[in-house]
């Protein structure tokens, strides 16, 4: 009796949250709702998001996806308003062309304590040929306003099966109900990749299906005329379906020290692997990481194109006449790369116009560049192979699939050490890599197809060295010279922000950013030679650091350099926290003292040390006689820290600025 | 929060001429100083052919240095049903002169013209070029035909910052029987004009690139342009009156509002429930103005006659979205269906103000916005935003020439000006140093006028975004833990009060004999404009302000005041700065204001701001010092 009363009980639950996720129901309850129960900052909320993806067979082109999205929104917030407007891209550059339409697509409020329906008509709905590649059509829900619920449906076809659609669970508001669901035909095997700090429940089944195939023919025998017969093929296969449901999911936002917070978001993502369609081979795309690559080594726009080398090998020959070292022959061959080819600014794993013409047009993208470079660097006797990347822009390809990489570095041995390199970026050196191309691991292809994790994360130090040799006067005015080294990354980046600006501008961008000081003698050193530290020296004058209050002077013997706010200023952190490369900064700063004055207090000195060796900073000052020297150094060894350790980093900064704040103070005798 | 309308005006058109190309040829040294390209030659013919046909021819030689060169090379051409490309192609050449690549129409790029939510019909074509090297040279050539002679593009005898200017120039051909006209502006005796019958020219050579310095004003109000216009023009197959301001509101009233006004029974019925017996204008605009921006929401749909004509009220009162345009004149169109008389305005939108050129009829403007007149005054409303406050104009469409459309008289007038003490915040701090070491701090702080603006929209904020806020906002003080944050708008009055309490955790090391800390511990004011050796551009101080504040601190019973700051007043032309210090027992009262004047200054005057800023930086800075003796 009780088992049938929970049974019951159960079957009704699921019969009412059925109903509760189905297009049409929208309740008074919900349209009169102010906040979402759960994030009172929600602008808007997702109350169901559910989408359908499965194949259907045209006798003409095979085997077309189709994706139908059933979304209905919440808006509770004026700021929520622009939630009722909605694109889809689809592509349209090859003969076969995606599709999309929309339908049911209902704005709902309520009037006179009734409810009250709009539905969108064509004047709403908009096309845009955006390019020769890509349209859009766009939505704009008639008649929203705070407190609206609109709902839509559409249906994506299209006959690029291997590129399936993303599913993302999360979004920028919370989703209250996301459901996905897959029914594939056993022709194709897709990976299934879920990514995010939470995952959806699963259910999985199978059901048949049949394809019928019609064919006629006519026969015109002198006997009987033009009678047509038709013949009719079944074709029963099964299909595997997968349904994938998450509730109450909570808005993804945006913190500080994230390279790309998608990376976060909980999503399910499908990858073609294999498909075996009845009498024909199997064909495998992609099912491990080593699958992976070697298809896309095996593809014309890639493996073919690193074989070439017909088209630089005089040049090459040429280059490497006189150099002997090997360490100056992949630089000379680097270099020639950058110069001889210009990135055109687009990312891929393969070639578009081919290495050939990218080296004859010099320019091209990053997989004809890189691939250039490696091939050159091949023949050039060396073990050099390509890297396979994601850039941070692209996320993480935490799972096997070609979409996951969208760029190609270059790697290459020299006395047992592998090296990463990257032309696309005229200021890169060997294992500098341009930020974009910093996304943790990448994976390395050697020449016989197989291949291996490569981590792409700097792992040496980018030091900056601080010299500042200054006097303060007895009127609180402070002068002195200031020598900035910068390695590494430091000075890559230096390279990339500011090459290109005159030495007048860079010094008003300077004077902007060491607030309070005035420069004067600026020089940098080495803005090209990319192999050698920036230098930069200027003097400098400022009457804003020394508080003169009676016969005291107070200071921060930090002076510009202290560090005034803690980067980290929220409670929690649910992601990790990303620095760009681990760093070392370290400041040697000595002052001189008026005359007449005697130091009365130093701060005292600081050795701190983050838990798991992350980093550390340290302040130690001293003087003799009248001149104070301050050592300090702020250390961050890892380029990644867990969130778990959010609060320890935290109070690590807060430390660092507090101490920073400290005042050496002067008195006069 | 507010959205322009696009409109596609071709700034830089261009042209051929069958001149030998002479880039190769050297150029003053001085045009390279701070010149990130130098404009080589710059030559556009127009041949205005009748009021509804029109050819823009474009020759463009540039020499760029460097990456951020690229900016100046302006080598697109925007398309639509009025206007077609009859050529476009450009060549890249190297620093010898030695020809890079040729580029022909079809490899130019075809985009549609949208960002973020714009629909339009419009088009681009746009050169992608990846140099090589630097410098290059790109010579740009391109031809558009055009039915729409609404806008004949201006000469911008100087373009941008860091660009060098060889050699720029204009031709205008023109039909005797259109009514040409032009007006310069900033014109001094570097240009060149040619009148002859017909025809017009307009020339510029060697101008050294100039810098953007700190606080200089628009571009527009001292770069030297000519604007063209026709008395009788074609816009997307109408033709408009320019002859005056008048004519040209009449027209447009005739031609883009008059029948779009039409406004359903059932609208109206509801309508007029809320407003009840009311007869005052201003309180049925409030009541309107509070029903649109409930009911409504900013869409950029930009589809009638060029972008022009606002999509009917009747379709937005059904659909709930629309543009500026729309927005604004289904406003109107509701007012009048109650007898209250409001203009459909038309505005630079843009938080740097920007004047209609008055002395020029022609289409000008880039926004929209109502005036409601009401006892001699007009009031300003905003209809593209849900949130702004009735009557409240804001920083976007402030202190400026605007034209009003009325079907009796059409006219240039000024917006609200928010000036100097209009834009006020008022602060009262109470501040407490615990024995701890904490410091606790209380705020209130009411503020109006453009710093209003700038804050009215903390009311709709979660307490949980308002926690962050500050935390970022309150810079000037670290390890803030929040208690309470209470937001009061006061919609009537235009302000807005925020109640913040927070405690800074360790603020003081209380064991130190001495604490030294800034007396301004809530709103100091130290920004100081950066110093040039030679300061060129002229400066604007865009809007003025007063902060009054006055923060009473109570420090710890074993301390006393070592040291405090006096009193001290700084007047200047810029502004005044008043601070008054006085204490008794624990209690140190700090009272301060702050007073700065808008206003536009001479280069030579810059130095002499720059100081006045330092000074009360400085005063800001300030510390008192306790002692535990």
Known sequence: ?669 | MYKLFILIIVLFISQISNSQDNFTSTYPDSLKENAQAILRENRIEIDIISINKMSIKKKRIITVFNELGLKHVDAFEYYDKATSIKKIEATIYNAVGAELKKIKRKDFKDHSVTESSIITDNRVLYLEYTPIQYPITIVFESEINTSNTAFIPSWYGVENYNLGIQKSSINIKYSPEVQFKYKEINIGNSVEKIISDNSIDFSIQNVKSLKLEDLSPSQLSFFPHVMFGLNKFNLEGVVGSAENWNSFGSWMYEYLLKDTEEISAETVQKLKTLIGEEKDYLKIAKTVYEYVQNKTRYVSVQLGIGGWKPMLAKDVDRLGYGDCKALTNYTRSLLKAFDVPSYYTIVYGDKTKRDLVEDFVAMQGNHVILGIPYNNEITWLECTSQVQPFGFQGDFTDDRKVLIINSEKSEIVKTTAYNGADNNQKTNANIELLNNGDMVFDFKMISKGIIYDNKFHLELKSKEELTKYYKENINNINNKEFTSININHTRENLELEEKIYFTAKEFAKINNQRIMMPINLANPIVYIPSKYKVRNNPFQINRGYLYEDVIILKIPNHYSIESIPTNSVINSIYGDYICTISHEGNTITFKRSILLKEGTYNANQYDEYRKFREQIAKNENLKIVLNTM
């Not at chain 1, 996905?180 to 056993?186: G, H, L």
């Not at chain 1, 090459?316 to 790369?337: D, G, H, M, P, W």
């Not at chain 1, 890559?492 to 004077?511: A, P, W």
């Open chain 1, 1 to 669: 009796m009780k088992k049938t009363i929970i049974l019951l009980l159960l079957i009704s639950s699921q019969i009412i949250s059925a109903q509760k996720y189905e297009m049409g129901k929208v309740t008074k309850e919900e349209l009169e709702q102010t906040t979402h129960p759960t994030d009172t900052s929600a602008v808007a909320a997702i109350l169901f998001h559910k989408g359908r993806s499965f194949f259907e067979y045209h006798q003409e082109k095979g085997f077309i996806l189709i994706t139908e999205v059933e979304t209905k929104i919440k808006i509770y917030k004026k700021e929520g308003l622009d939630w009722a407007n909605k694109e889809v891209a689809i592509y349209i550059g090859e003969s076969e062309k995606e599709n999309v339409e929309f339908s049911k697509a209902y704005t709902y409020n309520i009037e006179n304590s009734k409810i009250e329906k709009t539905k969108l008509k064509r004047e709403g709905e908009f096309d845009e040929i955006t390019n020769k590649y890509w349209a859009k059509k766009k939505i704009v829900m008639p008649n929203v306003r705070e407190g609206s619920i609109i709902e839509y449906k559409y249906v994506l076809r299209s006959p690029f099966y291997s590129t399936f659609p993303d599913w993302y669970f999360q979004n920028s508001i919370p989703v209250d109900y996301s459901e996905y669901k897959t029914q594939i035909p056993e022709y194709f095997y897709y990976n299934a990749h879920k990514t995010g700090w939470i995952f959806p429940n699963e259910v999985k089944s199978k059901q048949g299906n049949k394809i019928i195939l019609t064919s006629s023919e006519r026969n015109t025998s002198a006997y009987i005329n033009y009678k047509t017969t038709f013949n009719r093929d079944e074709i029963n296969y099964i299909e595997n379906h997968v349904t994938y449901i998450l509730e109450n999911i909570p808005a993804i936002k945006e913190e500080s020290y994230v390279n790309n917070i998608s990376n976060y978001a909980v999503k399910v993502q499908h990858e073609l692997s294999q498909t075996r369609f009845p009498n024909s081979h199997l064909k495998s795309f992609s099912t491990t990481w080593e699958d992976v690559a070697k298809n896309i080594y095996d593809s014309e726009n890639f493996g073919s194109e690193l074989k070439k080398s017909g088209y630089f090998e005089d040049e090459i020959n040429k280059l490497l006449l006189n150099i002997t070292s090997k360490e100056e022959q992949i630089k000379a061959i680097y270099q020639f790369v950058k110069n001889k080819v210009k990135w055109d600014n687009y990312n891929g794993i393969y070639c578009d116009k081919g290495v050939k013409k990218a080296y004859n047009d010099r320019s091209g993208n990053v997989a004809e560049i890189n691939l250039m470079l490696t091939a050159m660097l091949r023949h050039a006797g060396f073990e050099a192979n390509p890297v396979l990347v994601s850039t941070r822009s692209n996320g993480i390809s935490i799972f096997p699939s070609r979409t996951g990489y969208n760029y190609v570095i270059t790697a290459v041995e020299l006395d047992h050490k592998i090296h990463l390199l990257d032309a696309t970026s005229k200021f890169s050196t060997q294992n500098i890599l341009p930020l974009r191309a910093i996304n943790w691991m990448g994976r390395l292809i050697k020449k016989d197809g197989t291949s291996i994790t490569i981590d792409l994360l700097s792992k040496d130090m980018s030091t900056e060295n601080t010299t500042i040799m200054s006097k303060i006067d007895e009127v609180g005015n402070i002068t002195g010279k200031t020598r900035e080294q910068k390695f590494r990354y430091n000075a890559y980046l230096y390279r990339e922000n500011n090459n290109d600006l005159s030495i007048e501008q860079y010094q008003e961008k300077l004077e902007k950013k060491r607030k309070g000081i005035e420069i004067d003698e600026l020089s940098i050193t080495n803005k090209n030679d990319i192999d050698q530290p920036i230098v930069e020296t200027y003097s400098f004058a400022s009457n804003r650091f020394v508080d003169l209050i009676g016969d005291r002077m107070y200071f921060s013997p930090m002076l510009f350099f202290e560090q005034l706010e803690n980067p980290f200023k929220l409670d929690k952190r649910i992601y990790p926290i990303e620095f760009d490369f681990p760093f070392k900064d370290n400041y040697n700063i000595t002052i001189t003292i008026p005359d007449g004055y005697i130091i009365e207090t130093l701060p005292e000195n600081l050795n701190l040390v983050i838990n798991k060796e992350y980093g550390a900073f340290k302040f130690i000052i001293s003087n003799v006689s009248n001149t104070i020297q301050l050592l300090c150094s702020l250390e961050m060894k890892t380029a990644i820290i867990p969130n778990q350790d959010y609060e320890t980093l935290k109070l690590f900064f807060k430390e660092i600025v507090t101490k920073q704040s400290e005042k050496v103070v002067l008195k006069k005798i």
